[in-house]
């Protein structure tokens, strides 16, 4: 599978599966999960609606992943999955991982062949930058799936790419 980062707004990602860092609920909220909802549009609330109604009653549990439709998106499905918050005493980084490798999952089960994954945790949950950016590549890195082809990692502002395109050259030497 090549992988590639590049900066940029992942709601503007042309892959088969564009991924959302979403929240436990599956019904919007902000950052990455925010706009992915106001630019996906209504089909995707209401087909998250439904997975809420039916399997995720309680919500979608950290490190797992599930697909929508990607409604108005430039892809044909979206990969909902749910972060770990940061935390400096207890290591969640298996469960960050799972994120990428839960995603890559069911975007192979869907058939694609590219997926777009924006830096998962490292917003609002507070994941250290570099760390989020060595976390994804270490999973993207060392993934053998079965129809995905190319995965982007899709980092949001300069300054955040840059840490990217560093970590990147020292994973992927």
Wanted: charged letters at 20%.
């Amino acid at each position: 599978m090549r992988v590639e980062l590049i900066e940029g707004d992942i709601t503007a990602q042309s892959a088969d599966v564009i991924v959302n860092a979403a929240n436990s609920s599956l019904l919007g909220g902000g950052g990455v999960d925010g706009a992915i909802h106001r630019k996906g549009g209504p089909e995707i609330l209401a087909e998250t609606r439904m997975l809420r109604a039916s399997r995720y009653g309680r919500g979608l549990p950290v490190g797992q992943a599930v697909a929508t439709t990607a409604g108005r998106l430039p892809a044909r499905w979206v990969v909902h999955t749910v972060g770990p918050v940061f935390s400096a005493a207890e290591d969640r980084s298996e469960l960050l991982r799972a994120c990428y490798t839960n995603s890559l999952q069911v975007a192979d089960e869907l058939g694609a062949e590219s997926i777009a994954f924006p830096l998962i945790s490292a917003g609002v949950y507070r994941w250290p930058v570099e760390d989020a950016v060595r976390q994804a590549l270490s999973v993207l890195r060392d993934a053998e799936p079965r129809s995905v082809r190319a995965a982007v990692l899709v980092l949001f502002g300069a300054e955040t790419a840059a840490v990217g395109r560093t970590v990147h050259a020292a994973v992927f030497p």
